[in-house]
Nanobody, 124 residues
Framework: QVQLAESGGGLVQAGGSLRLSCAAS????????MGWFRQAPGKEREFVAA????????YYADSVKGRFTISRDNAKNTVYLQGNSPKPDDPAVYYC?????????????????WGQGTQVTVSS
């Protein structure tokens, strides 16, 4: 079993950047695909990015491609999400998730474990 804890959310200046971290418990972190999702008020949870076991394969939603970067450090059991130039659609609660399997998973139901989320707000 994996427990996940996000951090790094808060107020981001327009034109600035955000950096989220997700720390995982357990000794098998490197065997999980990791993903980031987000959910804005009144909207469904949506896929943001995913990364393979060793970080060699990365997947992004079209809405963040070219602006956000997902990475992981298996020695630290941590996955990161770096985002630049926030847009009006970016404010949301951001969740990290872990998936057992050999494919990335682009839908929330494909993930087995979830963090509690961290709020990201963008100031104009």
């Amino acid at each position: 079993q994996v427990q996940l804890a996000e951090s790094g959310g808060g107020l981001v200046q327009a034109g600035g950047s955000l950096r989220l971290s997700c720390a995982a418990s357990g000794r098998t972190f490197s065997s999980y695909y990791m993903g980031w999702f987000r959910q804005a008020p009144g909207k469904e949870r949506e896929f943001v990015a995913a990364i393979s076991w060793r970080g060699s394969n990365k997947y992004y939603a079209d809405s963040v491609k070219g602006r956000f970067t997902i990475s992981r450090d298996n020695a630290k059991n941590t996955v990161y999400l770096q985002g630049n130039s926030p847009k009006p659609d970016d404010p949301a609660v951001y969740y990290c998730a872990a998936r057992q399997g050999a494919t990335p998973g682009l839908r929330s139901y494909e993930y087995d474990y979830w963090g509690q989320g961290t709020q990201v707000t963008v100031s104009s």
